[in-house]
């Protein structure tokens, strides 16, 4: 895949070029403040590599799942400001991503400087399946820089015009962020030092499952807990409450528990779990077996016997791969599990990555030191998916490019 130093090399130099950088800034926002800016730091190194080249870099990103049409309850304003705070530079905002501000704001847009355009998805094209769809906001965001960068890690498992069809559209490289993600999966899939034990949790359970799949051949151990685990618990026939429960997938993980035990893959589950009668941060928590669990009680974390079995386990690995938190850790009550599992993360002896948005942003609730972990990664979704063997669109599309680049490349040799 070209680097941003590939595309300098082509272009001639990136000074007073309009680069056009995909980021993902999907960060939490309540009420206009953001609660936890982890993905805009994360793509900060990249844009301020452009900037620093007098590079006019315009970013366009997008938040949360907006139906199609401007919804200022989604605007990416506030990340504008936040932005401009980590860059120590004021971030010009365009009002739109494919209109009017947007041709304006780069028009004015001095070299090495930062513009960030409104949430993308403001355009029901952006996600449309239909690629002449896509294809027309992709013509319109090529208009607006003479090159691609592709950072947003978080969704280069999808194919929507702003990762995947912009691409096709101009010449194309891969940002600092894409290309760490993509080097730490590599590590992890390619002769991980072993033990290399996976932990999952979380409450995307069906999501989840399929990785489970690819992994039964690859990791050592496999430990599962959060909301995962009850499906789990009730294929092996235990009543599990009101607790998460995706009954249409009991044969899938009776299968898994099967192939677990034939092919010698140590798969742990909760032995116990800390039950409560409501979701609620008062709620009162008590530990019980996990076969125990009383049929109007849901599981909100992994009891404490489990929590040192799991961090155990953890203690012997080599390479982990965290994607799911343990427990619903937003509530005190039911945060312990979750943290017994990344304080065994952070005193491995070996590679620890940590994956999921929610996971990354337990860690850092819990009050733990970023860098005491291997990585941290930006893409859940992106990551469970690559694990899971399956292709991404947004990498491919940068790699189909590279023939392209090449031949480009040696024309002007
Ligand atoms: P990630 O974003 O790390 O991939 P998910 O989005 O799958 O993780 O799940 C995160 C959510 O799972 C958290 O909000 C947490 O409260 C919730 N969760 C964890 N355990 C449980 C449980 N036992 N019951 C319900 N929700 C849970
Ligand atoms: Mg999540």
Redesign the pocket.
């Known amino acids: 895949m070209a680097t941003i130093d590939d595309l300098s090399r082509e272009l001639g130099g990136l000074r007073g070029r309009r680069v056009l950088v995909r980021s993902d800034l999907n960060v939490p926002v309540d009420g206009g403040t953001i609660i936890d800016d982890g993905r805009i730091r994360a793509g900060v190194p990249t844009i301020r590599q452009l900037a620093d080249q007098g590079t006019r870099v315009v970013v366009t990103a997008h938040l949360g799942r907006p139906d199609g049409s401007p919804d200022l309850d989604y605007s990416l304003a506030p990340v504008a400001e936040r932005l401009g705070e980590l860059l120590g530079a004021e971030v010009a905002f365009a009002t739109d991503s494919l209109g009017e501000s947007a041709q304006a704001t780069v028009d004015s847009l001095q070299d090495g400087r930062v513009a960030l355009l409104e949430n993308v998805r403001f355009n029901a094209g952006e996600t449309s399946k239909d690629a002449a769809v896509r294809g027309e906001v992709a013509d319109r965001l090529a208009t607006l820089a003479e090159a691609f960068v592709s950072d947003g890690f978080g969704v280069v498992h999808r194919k929507q015009a702003s990762v995947y069809d912009v691409a096709q559209r101009l010449p194309a490289a891969m940002g600092q962020l894409v290309a760490t993600e993509i080097g730490v999966l590599e590590r992890l899939t390619q002769a991980p030092e072993r033990p290399y034990v996976v932990v999952l949790?979380?409450?995307?359970v069906s999501?989840?499952l399929g990785v489970i799949d690819n992994l039964l051949g690859k990791a050592d151990k496999l430990v599962i807990?959060?909301?995962m685990?009850?499906t789990f618990l009730a294929a092996q026939g235990y009543e599990v409450g009101n607790?998460?429960l995706e009954k249409d997938q009991l044969p899938t993980c009776r299968g898994y528990l099967n192939r677990a035990a034939d092919q010698g893959v140590e798969f742990l589950l909760p032995t116990d779990v800390v039950i409560t009668d409501r979701?609620a941060a008062d709620a009162v928590a008590e530990v019980v077996r996990a076969d125990q669990i009383p049929a109007d009680r849901?599981?909100?974390?992994i009891g404490p016997e489990s929590a040192q079995r799991f961090a155990a386990v953890l203690s012997d690995a080599r390479t982990v791969f965290w994607?799911?938190?343990?427990?619903?850790?937003?509530f005190e009550a039911?945060a312990s599990g979750t943290r017994a599992v990344a304080q065994a993360l952070t005193e491995l002896d070996g590679l620890s990555v940590v994956?999921?948005?929610?996971?990354?942003a337990?860690v850092r609730l819990l009050g733990f030191d970023e860098t005491a972990f291997g990585h941290i990664s930006t893409g859940?979704g992106a990551s469970l998916e690559y694990l899971e063997g399956k292709t991404l669109p947004g990498i491919d599309v940068l790699d189909a490019g590279e023939e392209t680049f090449g031949q480009r490349l040696l024309k002007t040799r």
């Open positions: 949790g979380g409450a995307k999501d989840k807990g959060g909301g685990a009850y607790s998460l979701f849901m599981g909100l974390d994607n799911g938190p343990m427990g619903v850790f937003e039911f994956g999921g948005g929610d996971s990354a337990a859940g």
